[in-house]
Each structure stands twice: as C-alpha cells, then as structure tokens.
C-alpha cells in the first residue's frame, strides 16, 4: 500500500521569508510525487512533479520541492512567502500502484 | 478555455433522491477519475476509467455509479442520497502515460443531502 504523511495541519510563515511544507512518502517501486494546491471553493491546481532525474524540482509559481530517497520526503519550498501563496497544498504519490494517493493537507497562512 | 469542466457547481437535494453529476475534459487525455472531498478536506480516489473502461474501483458504495459515454466524459450517479454523501466531489483527467500522469482537476460539484 501506498501513503502519504503532511505531518503539518497548519503553517505559518511571515510574508518574505522561506517557507516550507513538508511531505513524506511510503510506496512500493519508483515513487512519483506531486504537489497541487487548492485555492477556497476551487479545484486542485499542480504545482510541480518528480518523475526521475534531478532532485530539485522546480515549478509554478517560485515554488521548488526537493526528492530525498533515503528519507522518503519530498518538501515543498519557496524563498520568499506572498500573502498570495495562502492556500491548501497537497503532497501526492503515485508507485506501482495505478493510483495516486494524497496525504491530509497543509493549510499555509502567509501573514502580511 | 476550461480544461476539466463539472455540472453543476453547487448541488442541494434531499436524502433519498437520485442525481448526477456531470465532467467533460478537452485535453484529449485517457484517463479520467472521480475523487471526494470531505469536511476535513481529505481527498480520496472513487474511480477511473481509461478509453471508458474502468480500471480503478475503491471501495465505494455500489448507490454510486460511474458511466463514461465516451473518453472526454465521465458522469456520475448516485442513487437513493444520503446525509454523508455531503461532499465536494472533483472530476479530473490525465494522460496513461507516467511521464505525462499529471492530473488536471475541475472546479469541483459541492453536494449538500438535507
């Protein structure tokens, strides 16, 4: 079986600083992993994705997530919070299985 | 240019009754999947149908019936509404491929049984 853990239900992070969310992953075979967010009363819209190759992923929106085998993590990461980036982000998995599976969601306030 | 398109957006009924809800995708994918969110907005997969065969079926009650009339749409149908079918319900659509298993979401159908 395959699983996600957001260990955080909640960040908070100033405007301008780095923030962080965190992700880790249990799957059998090659992980790929994803990172969507959800805006209030929208759908999930994707952020970026780790397939193979560099472990430094960049994607939409400044945000990058870094894939760390050994740790089975995947955090997500931007340099410098907007108030804008205030969202519901979830990390996702996909192995050998043909589903993805979704951890619980991370609700990120960037305070101004 | 709406990718994942649902209708409707907003449906209120009363338990017992039958409704469906409807997804087209115009990004000429494969695969298209139903999941539910609930009130702590934890997402779960309900089904998938690749080229309108079904290929993922989670454990979910059989009131709830995916139909897919061709490979842009994929419909849903849930028989005899109850008070715990409240849920946000999306549509979404990805290629087979892995390299391409990007899921693209719709706006979501929020389902609110009385």
């Not at chain 1, 960049?58 to 955090?75: C, L």
């Not at chain 2, 115009?26 to 065969?53: A, R, V």
Request: glycine share 6%; aromatic share 12%; net charge neutral.
């Amino acid at each position: 079986a395959q699983s996600v853990a957001q260990p955080e239900d909640q960040v908070n992070v100033a405007e301008g600083n780095p923030l962080t969310v965190k992700c880790t992953y249990s799957v059998s075979g090659n992980p790929y992993l994803f990172w969507y967010v959800q805006y209030p009363n929208r759908g999930l819209q994707f952020l970026l994705k780790y397939i193979t190759g560099d472990n430094l992923v960049k994607g939409s929106y400044g945000f990058e997530a870094e894939f760390n085998k050994s740790q089975t993590s995947f955090h997500l990461k931007k340099p410098s919070a907007l108030v804008s980036d205030s969202a519901l982000y979830f990390c996702a998995v996909r192995g050998s299985a043909r589903q993805l599976t979704f951890g619980s969601g991370t609700q990120l306030t960037v305070l101004p | 240019d709406t990718a994942v398109s649902q209708t409707p957006k907003y449906l209120v009924t009363q338990m017992g009754n039958d409704k469906s809800i409807k997804c087209e995708q115009n990004l000429g994918h494969d695969t298209m999947y139903w999941y539910k969110q609930d009130s702590k907005k934890f997402l779960k997969i309900m089904f998938s149908y690749n080229n309108k065969e079904l290929i993922i079926n989670e454990t979910v009650p059989n009131r709830f019936s995916p139909k897919s009339p061709d490979k842009a749409h994929l419909n849903l149908h849930i028989n005899s509404l109850e008070l715990g079918d409240s849920a946000v319900y999306f549509c979404a659509s990805s290629q087979e491929l892995p390299e391409r298993e990007t899921q693209y979401f719709g706006p979501g159908t929020r389902l609110l049984v009385l």
